[in-house]
């Protein structure tokens, strides 16, 4: 026995396949526009099934009418609707949705509801597909209509999951360069002020995560000449012991630091892991022993 969804979708596409014929009363936009209600009414009918594909599937029939139709804004919403429901079991499909989403959205200048798409894209790619190098690129995507868009909250918080992702893909040029994006950003304002320390660790530790200890001390005095209140900090008392740590080759005093700062300011796990990334270069680094 089929479901309610399986026959509104028949009666769905019938009518999209349908003949206009030569009736004053009806025409080619109106048999669109009734295939579209019906796809939409299927999509819900099999959301109530918990038939997330196939809800998935009816949503995007009901955009391509709408697209048939040139109702455009109808067609991103129906894009993204179906993208709701892939995510509960079909990830891929839910970025492919979210793409066709965000394409119609920019081409009716309605920028900052694609950001939002390019965030949802992020999400799903980082913690529902795996895919960090694919959520990395989407986070500085929306981050930059954000900013374009004078969103700059929204945009800064894009960029802070950009160069996590970054750091922990390796990629330390690029995490620096977002995360000090950000602190600059932030020193203007009383409310963000406070949060430009965290961001100058981080990005000192990608500088010493790519080896190179000069570059990561000079980064160090640029952010003191930036913030002089960081100078004071516990974070910049810390990256400086560890580039001293690291530059002698000494990894039991490298590691004695990381656990004095660890015992008052618990290390998230995204610094322990860069963290033993130092610490084993220490050992491997020949020129440091």
């Not at 936009?29 to 099934?49: I, P, R, T, V």
């Not at 992020?122 to 694919?134: N, P, R, S, V």
């Amino acid at each position: 026995m089929s479901s309610q969804g399986d026959q509104l979708r028949q009666k769905a596409d019938k009518k999209a396949s349908s003949s206009s014929g030569f009736s004053f009363f009806s025409s080619s936009s109106s048999k669109f526009e009734e295939a579209h209600d019906l796809y939409q009414s299927a999509g819900n009918a099999y959301k109530m099934d918990n038939a997330h594909k196939e809800a998935g599937d009816c949503f995007c029939k009901a955009a391509e009418m709408a697209l048939k139709n040139d109702e455009k804004d109808d067609a991103a919403n129906d894009f993204w609707t179906a993208s709701k429901s892939y995510k509960k079991s079909h990830p891929e499909l839910a970025v492919a949705a979210l793409q066709k989403t965000i394409q119609l959205y920019k081409e009716k200048g309605r920028f900052r509801q694609a950001a939002d798409r390019h965030k949802e894209i992020a999400a799903i790619l980082a913690q529902e597909g795996g895919d960090i190098a694919g959520a990395l690129e989407a986070y500085e995507a929306a981050g930059d209509i954000y900013m374009n868009e004078d969103a700059t909250a929204s945009a800064n918080q894009c960029y802070k999951e950009a160069a996590e992702l970054a750091g922990s893909l390796g990629q330390y040029p690029r995490a620096v360069q977002f995360f000090e994006r950000v602190a600059q950003a932030s020193l203007g304002s009383a409310l963000t002020r406070y949060g430009v320390k965290e961001y100058y660790l981080k990005a000192g530790l990608c500088w010493l995560a790519s080896g190179d200890v000069v570059s990561t001390k000079r980064a160090i005095d640029n952010y003191c000449n930036a913030d002089p209140s960081f100078a004071t900090t516990r974070e910049c008392k810390f990256l400086n012991s560890i580039a001293d740590a690291y530059d002698g080759g000494d990894q039991e005093e490298f590691t004695a630091h990381v656990a004095e700062y660890d015992r008052l300011t618990k290390l998230d796990a995204w610094k322990t892991s860069l963290l033993l990334n130092i610490k084993r270069s220490i050992a491997s680094e020949p020129g440091l022993v």
